[in-house]
């Protein structure tokens, strides 16, 4: 069963980003950006937590879920540290998940070559 809800949550997730690309003039840019936006403000009022509660990995895997993540280190170190803590749990949460990605891009650009 929590295989069938992570597949249904994610999907419809999936399928929400889909129908807004196809029917806007949106970019993956635009779409990218909006769901790291709406996961965020789903966490502000626990609406995410309770999704992942439900869905377990399903909520965990799309793009929303950044938006949840930047929120839990924002507020926890907010807590610790004050205000300027907000900006240093961001950091501190986001910068393995985009220096995996700088790296691995740059690893996939130096071992295959572009088709034009």
């Known amino acids: 069963m929590d295989y069938l809800l992570a597949f249904l949550v994610c999907g419809t997730i999936c399928t929400i980003g889909q129908i807004i690309y196809d029917n806007m003039k949106f970019t993956p840019g635009h779409i990218t950006a909006l769901f790291v936006v709406i996961g965020t403000i789903l966490d502000t009022f626990n609406i995410y937590d309770k999704l992942v509660e439900f869905s377990k990995v399903g909520a965990s895997l799309p793009i929303t879920s950044f938006g949840h993540f930047l929120m839990h280190a924002a507020d926890a170190s907010m807590h610790e540290m004050g205000i ?27 071992i295959f070559k572009p088709k034009s």
Do not use: K, M, N, Y
């Open 84 to 110: 300027l803590g907000v900006a240093a749990g961001i950091f501190d949460i986001s910068a393995a998940g985009i220096t995996s990605a700088i790296l691995f891009a740059f690893l996939v650009a130096v």
